[in-house]
């Protein structure tokens, strides 16, 4: 009878042997599974956005943008300087008649778009209400680099009374500030056509598939040839609304170039920190790791 004890206590330690590792290549499989299930959802959601259910047609929230490849979206890739000076053109030239650029100074676009001379010129010939004087009175006087730029309009209200009652939005971050930022900016620019047969737009309202509701204020702007620029190149719609696009990126994330060049450097940085880590490991760990311990008993 006491024979057959070993015999059962090893028979159940094997069984709980067995079980144990099932369990464990149960568990390991479940984990498995469920990092395929997050990795698939997080692709998913990379890729396409957050899933939503919107009752909305694609004429009530606009026609989506399509994506464009615009220069400095690459991971060591910078703004076309050239482009913004340009855009700096169109918006100087078309856009400001309507529309503020409030937090951007004329300082700003020193040695991004101009020199400082060329910056000091363009704002010497706008007049800035200043003061007050000995007297306690406002005065008017040249512009200087730490001014900001001029708004077309005093206040919002005269700002709507132009415009026929729509208020024309401040462009320092509108390509944050929409969704589709940039690609959205420049399909909206570019995409004035005639409306589709059957539809009727409010008087003073103008069609862009690209708007939500289709039905937008803001009339085309932008044509071919309406600026000269001084490099020559092509005033095309689309060469236009490129470069005040950029601009406006630009205006949006002035401190796009210098954020992609400190990190750069911080990941070479911390690269060579990483290499460095490992041998100080290795140099330091190596002679105990492969050290051999002899045990010699007393004789």
Request: proline share 7%; with cysteine.
């Amino acid at each position: 009878m006491f024979a057959r004890v070993p015999k059962v206590a090893g028979a159940m330690r094997r069984s709980f042997a067995s079980s144990a590792s099932k369990a464990a290549s149960s568990n390991a499989g479940l984990a498995a599974a469920t990092l395929a299930s997050l990795a698939t959802a997080g692709t998913y959601t990379y890729v396409y956005g957050m899933p939503s259910v919107s009752a909305n047609s694609p004429a009530e929230v606009g026609l989506h943008s399509p994506h464009y490849p615009w220069p400095q979206d690459g991971m060591l890739s910078t703004y076309d300087h050239q482009s913004l000076r340009r855009g700096y053109q169109v918006y100087r030239e078309v856009c400001s008649a309507c529309h503020s650029l409030d937090r951007i100074a004329w300082r700003n676009l020193v040695g991004v778009t101009h020199t400082v001379d060329e910056a000091k010129a363009m704002c010497e010939e706008v007049e800035y209400e200043d003061g007050p004087d000995d007297n306690g009175e406002t005065f008017q006087r040249p512009g200087k680099l730490s001014d900001y730029m001029p708004r077309p309009y005093p206040n919002d209200e005269a700002a709507r009374a132009g415009n026929a009652g729509a208020l024309p939005p401040d462009l320092s971050l509108i390509t944050k500030a929409r969704h589709g930022g940039a690609d959205y900016i420049f399909s909206l620019i570019t995409g004035y056509v005639d409306p589709p047969a059957g539809l009727h737009l409010a008087e003073g309202m103008n069609f862009n598939p690209y708007f939500p509701g289709t039905g937008i204020a803001m009339a085309r702007v932008l044509y071919d040839g309406l600026v000269e620029y001084d490099d020559g190149t092509p005033a095309t719609t689309s060469q236009m609304a490129k470069d005040v696009v950029s601009f406006l990126q630009w205006a949006a994330e002035p401190e796009h170039d210098e954020r992609k060049k400190m990190g750069f450097q911080a990941v070479t940085l911390l690269t060579i920190l990483f290499g460095l880590s490992i041998w100080i490991k290795r140099f330091k760990w190596a002679p105990i790791k492969t050290r051999k311990i002899v045990y010699n008993p007393p004789k």
